[in-house]
């Protein structure tokens, strides 16, 4: 059984689709049954928290079950009523992770601004790769919390956070069209955005 499993990023920046199209296919051809494999989103454990939060931590990850937890990292400006910047340390989600007596591993999902924006400006689900058609996306708001915070800093703000925790930290980076995974270490010390996405289309 697979330890629970973060996939973090901001808004748009390609977590649904790497879960639904690499991750949820690697833990089933690595012997994961698919009814074992427990979706939970962020922003809905928030609400969560801030109603119940003992029941809530109580039941983040059941037992005997992988859990992917799809953690939208525009969150900390939702909770904070759309202030400026990123606090993982406030962030209930966040919190309730590092309270929790366990190991993760940890998905930073990247992509350029520029292509975040643009994801952000054309889509119209706000999951629709999970639950498709079950919610409108808000565009104009979420364009407008992402022009608040540096998103590669972000990033390695709840990597650090978090880094106590984890087993294994891997940066799926995309851009308009492919996607490769980066080990932290390139992520932080490699090329410029624009020499990264020349490679990946060259």
Do not use: W
Request: charge should be neutral.
């Amino acid at each position: 059984m697979t330890g629970p499993i973060i996939v973090a990023g901001v808004s748009s920046a390609g977590k649904s689709t790497f879960i639904s199209n690499t991750l949820v296919p690697r833990l089933v051809a690595e012997g994961t049954k698919p009814e074992e494999i427990d979706m939970l989103f962020a922003g809905k454990l928030a609400r969560t928290l801030s109603e119940a939060p003992e029941d809530a931590r109580a039941a983040i990850f059941k037992p005997r079950r992988t859990s992917i937890l799809h953690y939208n990292l525009l969150l900390p400006i939702v909770s904070s009523g759309g202030k400026e910047g990123f606090d993982v340390g406030t962030e209930p989600v966040a919190q309730a992770l590092r309270a929790e007596a366990r190991t993760y591993r940890l998905y930073l999902c990247y992509a350029p601004d520029a292509v975040i924006r643009a994801r952000m400006q054309t889509r119209e689900d706000a999951e629709p790769q999970l639950n498709p058609g079950q919610m409108p996306y808000p565009s104009d708001r979420f364009t407008g919390y992402f022009a608040k915070i540096d998103q590669r800093q972000a990033l390695l703000s709840l990597e650090r956070a978090l880094r106590p925790q984890t087993t294994s930290v891997s940066v799926i980076y995309s851009n308009a069209n492919e996607t490769t995974e980066l080990s932290l270490d390139a992520f932080i010390h490699g090329q410029p955005d624009a020499q990264v996405q020349a490679a990946l289309t060259a």
